[in-house]
């Protein structure tokens, strides 16, 4: 395949030097930064995430920051989910959704006070959409990105990894919690959390110049933890049914469609520029939604939404899918309409290389 160019438009990361040294094989461009796809293989990388621990570059989940008197009333504005009873050292997984409850971006929130927040981006330029309601607006908040760049730390030596590095103290976050960490003398936020099934940390590191200093401080602490650099993998992220913002869903979703409909709090999220139109959808219900798929035979890699058939007619589309090395089969995550996602639906799903078998699951298989 082409190389991509390097240029200003597309930005290294503070941890770039790290991800090159350990031979990362292949990237993708998200938020205008790279993110690293794979190392030694994707099937390699999959088997050694369930088994150690890795250190991921995701400084592409860069950061929206609201700071000032309003900033918690702009939080409230972009999310049907209820914020009021969110206290500072939460984490929040938040549908983001614009005036007809289409689905901007699925971040997480953190709560770092009453008038600061950051908002821990997938790929979409919320930046901007955040910037134009505080304006329009005349809101009393700063919108702006900050320099922290996220490193997570993933797999079943995760928590062992982390405290070595910075003490036994880590070991009391509470999932989707943070506190705040001395590393080099510089104070960073680490939450329990992650874009994988496996347990973890995501450290928000605070300034590009301590991004290669904590990378080989965690290196070096994992050397018999066998520790390597990895990034957010396919397969087990369609194990878990963890969603990709752009792929398995986009604007012209709701998130009761994407299965989120449990972080609506439409009733009482007063103020959420799309609360009047999600009432409508959570009284009528959605038309179609986000279910786990099992697919037949050999398949390609699912680099387009491919089509699902019934008796000749499309019920829906699979948007993410793969081989799964642990439950034989091939996983993948589509969007289906509501006469055919019923656990054991079988239908037909035509791929790049001819039509393939697949029935709907009761779960995602993490």
Same mark, same amino acid.
């Given at each position: 395949?082409?190389?991509?160019?390097?240029?200003?438009?597309?930005?290294?990361?503070?941890?770039?030097?790290?991800?090159?040294?350990?031979?990362?094989?292949?990237?993708?461009?998200?938020?205008?930064?790279?993110?690293?796809?794979?190392?030694?293989?994707?099937?390699?990388?999959?088997?050694?995430?369930?088994?150690?621990?890795?250190?991921?570059?995701?400084?592409?989940?860069?950061?929206?920051?609201?700071?000032?008197?309003?900033?918690?009333?702009?939080?409230?504005?972009?999310?049907?989910?209820?914020?009021?009873?969110?206290?500072?050292? @939460?984490?929040? *997984?938040?549908?983001? +959704? &614009?005036? !007809?409850?289409?689905?901007?971006?699925?971040?997480?929130? /953190? %709560?770092? $006070?009453?008038?600061?927040?950051?908002?821990?981006?997938?790929?979409?330029?919320?930046?901007?959409?955040?910037?134009?309601?505080?304006?329009?607006?005349?809101?009393?908040?700063?919108?702006?990105?900050?320099?922290?760049?996220?490193?997570?730390?993933?797999?079943?030596?995760?928590?062992?990894?982390?405290?070595?590095?910075?003490?036994?103290?880590?070991?009391?976050?509470?999932?989707?919690?943070?506190?705040?960490?001395?590393?080099?003398?510089?104070?960073?936020?680490?939450?329990?959390?992650?874009?994988?099934? @496996?347990?973890? *940390?995501?450290?928000? +590191? &605070?300034? !590009?110049?301590?991004?290669?200093?904590?990378?080989?401080? /965690? %290196?070096? $602490?994992?050397?018999?933890?066998?520790?390597?650099?990895?990034?957010?993998?396919?397969?087990?992220?369609?194990?878990?049914?963890?969603?990709?913002?752009?792929?398995?869903?986009?604007?012209?979703?709701?998130?009761?469609?994407?299965?989120?409909?449990?972080?609506?709090?439409?009733?009482?999220?007063?103020?959420?520029?799309?609360?009047?139109?999600?009432?409508?959808?959570?009284?009528?219900?959605?038309?179609?939604?986000?279910?786990?798929?099992?697919?037949?035979?050999?398949?390609?890699?699912?680099?387009?939404?491919?089509?699902?058939?019934?008796?000749?007619?499309?019920?829906?589309?699979?948007?993410?899918?793969?081989?799964?090395?642990?439950?034989?089969?091939?996983?993948?995550?589509?969007?289906?309409?509501?006469?055919?996602?019923?656990?054991?639906?079988?239908?037909?799903?035509?791929?790049?290389?001819?039509?393939?078998?697949?029935?709907?699951?009761?779960?995602?298989?993490?």
């Amino acid at each position: 395949m082409a190389t991509i160019a390097p240029s200003r438009r597309v930005r290294r990361t503070p941890f770039s030097d790290g991800v090159e040294a350990a031979g990362v094989k292949g990237y993708t461009v998200y938020n205008r930064m790279l993110l690293p796809t794979v190392f030694r293989s994707i099937v390699e990388d999959y088997h050694h995430l369930k088994s150690a621990v890795q250190v991921w570059d995701v400084a592409c989940e860069r950061q929206v920051e609201l700071r000032g008197p309003d900033a918690a009333r702009l939080m409230q504005m972009l999310t049907p989910r209820d914020l009021r009873g969110m206290l500072p050292g @939460q984490c929040f *997984y938040l549908p983001i +959704v &614009d005036e !007809t409850g289409g689905m901007l971006n699925d971040p997480v929130g /953190l %709560m770092l $006070a009453d008038d600061r927040w950051w908002i821990s981006i997938a790929d979409s330029d919320l930046l901007l959409w955040v910037k134009g309601l505080a304006y329009g607006y005349r809101l009393d908040v700063l919108v702006d990105e900050p320099d922290i760049s996220p490193l997570a730390v993933q797999g079943p030596q995760a928590e062992t990894l982390m405290a070595r590095v910075f003490g036994d103290a880590v070991r009391a976050i509470r999932f989707f919690r943070f506190g705040w960490f001395d590393f080099n003398g510089v104070s960073m936020a680490i939450a329990r959390s992650g874009y994988s099934k @496996q347990g973890g *940390y995501e450290i928000y +590191v &605070d300034g !590009t110049q301590n991004g290669m200093p904590l990378w080989h401080a /965690l %290196m070096e $602490a994992g050397r018999d933890l066998d520790v390597h650099a990895g990034c957010p993998n396919l397969i087990e992220r369609i194990e878990g049914g963890l969603l990709s913002y752009g792929n398995d869903m986009t604007r012209e979703n709701t998130p009761h469609e994407c299965g989120l409909g449990k972080f609506c709090s439409t009733q009482t999220a007063i103020g959420c520029v799309g609360r009047d139109a999600l009432l409508r959808v959570a009284k009528e219900g959605p038309t179609q939604q986000i279910r786990a798929i099992a697919i037949d035979g050999d398949i390609p890699p699912c680099d387009r939404a491919w089509p699902l058939m019934a008796k000749g007619k499309r019920i829906g589309q699979v948007t993410s899918a793969a081989k799964s090395p642990d439950f034989g089969t091939n996983v993948a995550i589509g969007m289906v309409r509501m006469t055919h996602w019923d656990a054991g639906t079988a239908f037909e799903v035509h791929t790049p290389d001819g039509v393939r078998a697949a029935t709907v699951q009761d779960k995602f298989w993490l």
